[in-house]
């Protein structure tokens, strides 16, 4: 995996920029001045922050460094509002980074499509690598296999970037970040737990408004458990026993269910918190009611919710999309057994921006 590197300011925490400022013979409080400039106020270069004393700025130019804001290459808009963002780091590489007005297609959307400007709250998808290595079977970004991880920096700008580009006011709109794009957070945490700060402390996201997804990388699940700023917790469970996740996430085979449910039992939930499995119905493969009283087996005793999604089929995927009905079914099992189960809406189908088809299909 090419080494990645850090590109301008953005990415760098108080710490950082303090370390920075000090070795430029600056006073501290212009750490203050360039935090709050990079991430809540969003500002495109060094030249635009006319608190910094001009050579400040010129020295720190004169490095190379500016604030290395993503550029958005293409975006391409769904005709329910879903706008898939090819985002291109400063190496020539592009990543997908997804804006879903109202929300992500859970459980609270009451069907509506919201307009372009008609929202008040939304959500943000972000990638945390440049493909990934994990191999599940019915994913497209899986084809990509892996390139790099994505710097904090990286996965930060994404945000950053969506954020400008829609003209959004964080004091006033209501948005959520799920690390639900191309890659494993897990296998890049570091730079993940890192971009969370940054979100957190920068951005101004509060935890509880943000979402990681594992495709079940058991150590990681324990490490992140012990943070003490971290996002809520989904895992990618996607089948009801080891047979059929082998077959469907080669990745069981190292961590298999026994060790990932163990994992999700002992994980410290705060107040009120649940944590999410998601389970994409494939046709025929892990649809079965029977598979659903699996399911329960698996869950008993974790306070949880579970997030079902048929299939979005793609190229190269050799799995079928369940039939409604057949959704229901599975959802009623889990539903009837005391587990809280929603069926979600897919997003941005039409526009390959759906779960699982981030893939550069069309950039
Ligand atoms: N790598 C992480 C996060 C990104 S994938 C993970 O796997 O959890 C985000 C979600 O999309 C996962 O729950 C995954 O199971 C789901 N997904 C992947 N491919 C899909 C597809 N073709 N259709 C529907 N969901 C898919
Ligand atoms: Fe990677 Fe998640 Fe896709 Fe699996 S589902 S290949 S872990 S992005």
């Known amino acids: 995996m090419a080494k990645e590197q850090q590109h301008g300011l953005l990415g760098l925490d108080f710490q950082e920029l303090s370390q920075l400022v000090l070795k430029h013979g600056q006073p501290e409080y212009r750490a203050r001045q360039l935090f709050d400039a990079i991430y809540p106020q969003r500002v495109a270069s060094l030249d635009s922050i006319s608190t910094l004393p001009k050579e400040f700025r010129a020295a720190l130019l004169e490095e190379g460094l500016d604030i290395g804001q993503l550029r958005i290459e293409k975006s391409f808009q769904?005709?329910?509002?879903?706008?898939?963002?090819?985002i291109a780091t400063a190496d020539g590489e592009?990543?997908?980074?997804?804006?879903?007005?109202?929300?992500?297609?859970?459980?609270?959307?009451?069907?509506?499509?919201?307009?372009?400007?008609?929202?008040?709250?939304?959500?943000?998808?972000?990638?945390?690598?440049?493909?990934?290595?994990?191999?599940?079977?019915?994913?497209?970004?899986?084809?990509?296999?892996?390139?790099?991880?994505?710097?904090?920096?990286?996965?930060?700008?994404?945000?950053?970037?969506?954020?400008?580009?829609r003209q959004v006011d964080m004091e006033r709109q209501r948005v959520n970040i799920v690390f639900m794009g191309m890659g494993e957070p897990f296998l890049n945490y570091p730079h993940f737990i890192k971009a969370v700060r940054l979100l957190?402390?920068?951005?101004?996201?509060?935890?509880?408004?943000?979402?990681?997804?594992?495709?079940?990388?058991?150590?990681?699940?324990?490490e992140f458990g012990e943070e003490p700023v971290r996002p809520k917790l989904a895992i990618s469970l996607n089948a009801s026993n080891d047979q059929v996740r082998e077959r469907i996430m080669p990745i069981n085979r190292k961590w298999p269910l026994a060790t990932l449910?163990?994992?999700?039992?002992?994980?410290?939930?705060?107040?009120?918190?649940?944590?999410?499995?998601?389970?994409?119905?494939?046709?025929?493969?892990?649809?079965?009611?029977?598979?659903?009283?699996?399911?329960?087996?698996?869950?008993?005793?974790?306070?949880?919710?579970?997030?079902?999604?048929?299939?979005?089929?793609?190229?190269?995927?050799?799995?079928?999309?369940?039939?409604?009905?057949?959704?229901?079914?599975?959802?009623?099992?889990?539903?009837?057994?005391?587990?809280?189960?929603?069926?979600?809406?897919?997003?941005?189908?039409?526009?390959?921006?759906?779960?699982?088809?981030?893939?550069?299909?069309?950039?």
């Open 78 to 86: 769904s005709t329910d509002g879903t706008i898939r963002y090819l």
């Open 94 to 165: 592009t990543v997908e980074t997804v804006w879903m007005p109202e929300g992500d297609g859970g459980e609270s959307g009451d069907g509506t499509e919201a307009g372009e400007n008609d929202w008040n709250r939304a959500t943000i998808c972000v990638s945390s690598q440049v493909g990934c290595a994990v191999n599940c079977q019915f994913c497209l970004t899986a084809l990509l296999g892996v390139k790099r991880n994505l710097t904090a920096g990286e996965i930060v700008g994404q945000v950053l970037a969506v954020l400008s580009d």
């Open 200 to 222: 957190a402390e920068g951005v101004r996201f509060p935890e509880s408004r943000m979402t990681v997804s594992t495709s079940g990388i058991v150590p990681r699940i324990h």
């Open 261 to 363: 449910m163990q994992a999700a039992r002992e994980f410290p939930l705060r107040n009120r918190e649940r944590i999410t499995f998601e389970y994409v119905l494939l046709d025929g493969v892990n649809d079965d009611p029977a598979h659903a009283r699996e399911v329960v087996e698996l869950v008993r005793g974790i306070r949880c919710k579970v997030n079902l999604i048929a299939l979005n089929p793609g190229p190269g995927i050799a799995f079928g999309t369940p039939a409604e009905d057949r959704v229901k079914a599975f959802q009623q099992v889990l539903v009837q057994s005391g587990i809280p189960a929603f069926i979600r809406r897919p997003r941005g189908r039409d526009i390959y921006a759906a779960c699982g088809q981030l893939k550069r299909t069309v950039g």
